[in-house]
């Protein structure tokens, strides 16, 4: 029986990666919250890779903290294991990464959405979805209770229209054995959203205790570690060891003798699978001379025996997975607790959304996460959290907030789903920031915070703590620039074993350290007026000083874009009509609809000349 149960400002569906930040942060600025899941159990699941972080992803789970989110705090409490990656490369590129307790960080992300005030959590499956002439939406679940909301929230990963695969066998499921979202693609097909497929895979996870460990390579974490946080008081603790290990030409050839009975070779998955992140069949027959490939052998928690086999993801038979597995080093003996499986799901074309995340002809609906075409839990996060900023301010009559690409690797992500749209599950890399100087990981709090405070996710009292350190980066750096150090024994003797020249004349403690060859830790001991500063102060002048010049030309970059990005296009601008543009760009143009002159610089098919077109017709009417 049908029966009207509640009133909200802003309904999520969905509770996983993105649905969880959506749902905080609009709750968090002030405004009536539901959150509607098919089972609170796995509010916070991570189907996949139990990790958080990782190249280009740390820089989002940083980002998200600076603007008040929730991922990496979750990720510090349930960390296991803790690793900066590149160390050995630049700033610009080193990535945090953690092994998280996957049962514990879906029970702290439940437990946050429990405790958050104004927001409530629903175990329903929501099956329809209307838009009254008012612009109310109201939701329907399978049980007939009905809900309405001022804005709504799509974040429903793979469980839209889920199916899975593995080898013959196919069947309609949501990710780990989990009932799918069925009926609720239909009624985004009445609202006229354009939907499409995509596919995406896990690996098997197997029994800890039949994996022979001793034929690995292992893999420890950090013994300094850095949490995600910049709030998290204590880093995270080492508490278990990941493990390498390879695949040979014996792997190769099981998987080239039953290749046919692979789905994806057999033209049953008919979705777009991440170009990034193939299927190990897929590795085997795009690199056929590719004599090994990479296995990561991580736990999935501390009491679990379950273990992840990352880079190993398939849809073939579970006989020859067993099969494949068992060639591996390692692995002779292995068992197998849960088989891989691809899964295809709906997910909408994300040049339908604006930069806000809002659906362009359907206000006060909004998309985040895998439902936008991304991959990966941080990308995911990054969306929810921009999604329910915007529906809670649109619920407040305030502007939407807009990060573009110089301010984040967030601003980069939306940016580039909603100018250039995807043509398979997008990843986040640092390769597609052309600012990433600018945006790093360590710097995530001095680039956002200050507008999480504006914004009202970051408290008083931490945007206090983080004016103090952005106040001791600053008079740090100017004592850099005005301590003198003279040429003693000892700092000869350094500057020549760092085989970097000696001194001829007392030279400033920051010409010393834009040496690529000296550090801070190198010079202290020749540094009488150093301050007893957190080590994260003396990172940020360090960094500063020896990428000065670099910054400078980034910054001069990001000048010209936000000037083409201050060009302002009229809505409904009738591009036929313009003389001078390609017909190509006419119709990218027209469909894309970009509200600024940078954002329809950047969209694929529209050249400089048609830019320079473009700016001199705005000029011509004025715009």
Request: include cysteine; hydrophobic fraction near 40%.
């Amino acid at each position: 029986m049908e029966y009207f149960a509640k009133a909200y400002d802003v309904a999520v569906i969905g509770a996983g990666h993105a649905g969880i930040e959506a749902g905080l942060a609009a709750a968090r600025l002030g405004v009536s919250v539901g959150v509607f899941t098919i089972n609170l159990d796995w509010i916070g699941n991570m189907p996949c890779n139990p990790s958080i972080g990782g190249t280009s992803k740390g820089h989002l789970v940083r980002e998200i903290d600076a603007l008040g989110g929730e991922m990496g705090k979750a990720a510090d409490a349930t960390a296991i294991q803790s690793r900066m990656l590149n160390r050995g490369k630049g700033p610009a590129v080193h990535s945090l990464r953690a092994q998280i307790d996957r049962r514990d960080y879906a029970k702290y992300m439940k437990h946050a959405l429990e405790r958050q005030e104004r927001l409530d959590v629903r175990q329903a499956e929501v099956v329809d979805l209307t838009r009254a002439a008012d612009g109310l939406w109201t939701l329907k679940t399978r049980l007939e209770a009905v809900y309405t909301a001022k804005c709504v929230v799509l974040a429903t990963g793979t469980f839209l229209g889920g199916r899975v695969y593995i080898g013959d066998v196919s069947y309609e499921s949501g990710p780990d054995g989990m009932f799918p979202a069925t009926a609720l693609s239909g009624a985004l097909y009445r609202l006229g959203i354009p939907l499409r497929r995509f596919k995406t895979g896990t690996p098997a996870r197997v029994n800890r205790r039949s994996v022979d460990f001793s034929a690995m390579e292992v893999q420890k974490g950090d013994e300094a570690t850095v949490p995600f946080s910049f709030s998290t008081a204590s880093p995270p603790e080492n508490k278990a060891d990941c493990y390498i290990t390879y695949t040979n030409e014996a792997t190769k050839q099981v998987i080239l003798d039953n290749i046919e009975s692979s789905p994806l070779y057999g033209g049953k998955i008919h979705g777009v699978g991440p170009r990034y992140c193939p299927s190990f069949e897929d590795k085997v027959m795009r690199f056929p001379d590719k004599a090994r490939h990479q296995l990561f052998v991580e736990p999935c928690g501390l009491d679990t025996e379950e273990m992840y086999l990352q880079g190993m993801s398939s849809s073939l038979p579970e006989a020859v997975q067993v099969q494949f597995l068992r060639t591996i080093p390692g692995l002779e003996h292995v068992e197998v607790m849960r088989t891989a499986y691809a899964i295809e799901y709906d997910c909408v074309d994300p040049l339908a959304l604006t930069a806000s995340l809002e659906f362009r002809d359907l206000p006060g609906l909004f998309g985040a996460g895998q439902f936008n075409g991304s991959s990966g839990y941080e990308e995911a996060a990054a969306q929810g959290l921009i999604a329910g900023i915007n529906a809670a301010r649109r619920v407040r009559g305030e502007p939407p907030f807009v990060l573009d690409r110089a301010t984040s690797y967030i601003g980069t992500l939306i940016d580039d789903l909603v100018t250039k749209g995807c043509s398979d599950p997008y990843r986040m890399m640092t390769s597609r920031s052309e600012y990433r100087l600018l945006l790093r990981q360590d710097n995530a709090d001095l680039r956002l915070t200050p507008m999480g405070h504006m914004l009202g996710l970051i408290s008083d009292e931490r945007y206090a703590k983080f004016r103090e350190k952005r106040s001791q980066i600053e008079a740090e750096k100017a004592r850099a620039e005005a301590t003198t150090l003279p040429p003693s024994e000892g700092l000869q003797a350094l500057l020549v074993s760092r085989e970097t020249s000696p001194m001829k004349t007392g030279l400033k403690l920051a010409e010393l350290l834009r040496r690529p060859q000296l550090d801070y830790k190198a010079l202290a001991p020749f540094d009488p007026t150093r301050p007893d500063l957190p080590d994260e102060v003396f990172e940020q002048v360090e960094i500063a000083l020896k990428y000065e010049g670099y910054i400078r030309r980034q910054e001069a970059q990001v000048r010209e874009m936000r000037r083409l990005e201050g060009r302002r296009i009229p809505p409904g601008l009738d591009y036929a009509r313009m003389d001078g543009l390609r017909l190509e760009a006419r119709e990218k143009l027209a469909r894309v609809r970009p509200e600024n002159v940078g954002q329809a610089s950047r969209i694929s098919g529209v050249s400089p000349a048609d830019v320079s077109v473009l700016l001199i017709y705005l000029a011509k009417e004025g715009c």
